[in-house]
């Protein structure tokens, strides 16, 4: 399957990627906030509670954000490609399923120090 292979090529001009719920303990309206303080683009996939709010959160502070939505598990991995980094901002973790997926592609993981990524 194309795009499935670990990616060789790091372009940090690419956006930044998370994957995840939107839910506090995700803790993604600080990954917005950061995000729009360096103005760096930031690739959202995912659904939850707080997909609204983390919108508006984005469209106050400036934050260049794209809110994907859900992706099928069959189209996920190909999501990654596009991108060299992916951020795992969550306040708590078991073991991060999307953490070990975008390791699998070859993306620079960036994560807060939990449990479960540390």
Do not use: W
């Amino acid at each position: 399957m194309s795009g499935c292979t670990p990616i060789a090529t790091y372009d940090a001009s690419r956006p930044i990627l998370y994957i995840g719920r939107l839910e506090k303990v995700k803790n993604v309206a600080s990954l917005i906030l950061a995000r729009s303080r360096l103005g760096v683009r930031l690739d959202i996939y995912g659904g939850g509670a707080l997909h609204g709010e983390l919108e508006e959160v984005a469209r106050t502070g400036g934050a260049k954000a794209t809110f994907h939505g859900f992706v099928p598990n069959a189209e996920v991995m190909q999501r990654h490609h596009g991108h060299s980094i992916c951020v795992l901002c969550s306040t708590r973790e078991g073991m991060p399923k999307s953490l070990i997926e975008v390791m699998a592609s070859g993306l620079v993981c960036v994560s807060t120090r939990t449990d479960g990524a540390d």
